[in-house]
């Protein structure tokens, strides 16, 4: 992994985790959207458990509170992404869920070009709080932006549990605690509809895999070499990403309207990390700094 490009994980990551959503959209009937959100959880932790087997003996106070930060943000940004995707197209869920990124690659951004971009891309968020989904379901609009706060949570506890913590010892216990967060409120609508079908152990299994366990690994790797603003503003192509496998899989058309919004983001994204690079290669050595 460490010869393949930080931004290369980061796109692998985003494919997987979107097609991860639209699988799980597909069972929303059978579980419920926080059902849904609670097996992946549930299914992710447990094999990431297993595989990793997180030596915490030694982890001193920060590490512990670390840990137990990225997983609350993990347990909400699930949860409250999935009840907003029960009312409102995937791929515009995950462009208002975006906010959480954007707002935090404006607190580190240090130049006037990267400004632009954010402006670009908050641009496409507000086209689409105007366009016909959003405001036909208000519900899922809210459920999104909550997605996007704890967003923006992950993304910094994230990068520093990546820094203290070596490996994936810190994911595997902070998907513990996520899924914890999600037990109250989807548990037993998780568990009536595994009971009344089982072969959804093995789609979630799937999901949890493609959604939580494979990105939320490959996010860490990235995270260790490469700043959280170029990280966060290059998520914007999420919303793409999430789009096409939310035509492909749901069959989830956009409006004309709402595919500009699209484009504005993902230009943004585009645009920024371009930007990034450049300035990369101009500082000392030819690495960027770490806000």
């Known amino acids: 992994m460490s010869r393949i490009p930080a931004p290369v994980l980061a796109l692998a990551a985003m494919v997987s985790v ?21 097996l992946r959880l549930v299914i992710g932790a447990v094999v990431l458990a297993l595989v990793v087997r997180p030596r915490v003996r030694r982890w001193n106070r920060a590490q512990w509170l670390g840990a137990i930060g990225l997983g609350l943000a993990l347990g909400g940004m699930n949860v409250f992404i999935y009840v907003a995707f029960a009312s409102i197209p995937i791929g515009i869920a995950v462009t208002i869920e975006f906010l959480g990124p954007l707002t935090l690659s404006l607190a580190h951004t240090r130049r ?12 496409g968020v507000v ?25 923006a949570g992950y993304i910094v506890m994230n990068r520093h549990v990546g820094a203290a913590i070596p490996g994936v010892d810190g994911l595997a216990v902070s998907m513990l605690v996520a899924m914890l967060v999600s037990l109250p409120f989807g ?7 595994v009971v009344r079908e089982p072969v959804l152990l093995l789609v979630f299994g799937g999901v949890a895999v ?8 490959l996010e860490m790797l990235a995270l260790r070499r490469m700043p959280t603003r170029v990280f966060g503003v290059l998520q914007s192509l999420g919303p793409a990403i999430a789009a096409l496998a939310g035509l492909a899989i749901l069959r989830e058309g956009l ?13 943004a994204s585009v645009g920024v990390t371009l930007s990034g690079r450049r300035e990369r290669g101009r500082g000392p050595g030819g690495a960027d700094s770490v806000p």
């Open 18 to 38: 979107q097609l991860g959503a639209a699988i799980a959209k597909t069972r929303f009937d059978d579980v419920g959207s926080v059902g849904a959100a609670t």
């Open 187 to 193: 548990l037993r609508s998780a568990v009536d509809g």
């Open 127 to 151: 086209l689409l709080g105007v366009g016909p989904a959003a405001v036909t379901a208000v519900s899922g609009v809210v459920f999104a932006v909550l997605a996007a706060a704890c967003w």
């Open 255 to 267: 409006a004309p309207l709402e595919i500009v919004a699209l484009g504005c983001v993902t230009a």
């Open 210 to 217: 493609l959604s939580s366990v494979l990105p939320y690994a």
């Open 112 to 123: 006037w070009r990267d400004v632009l971009w954010a402006v670009l891309a908050l641009a």
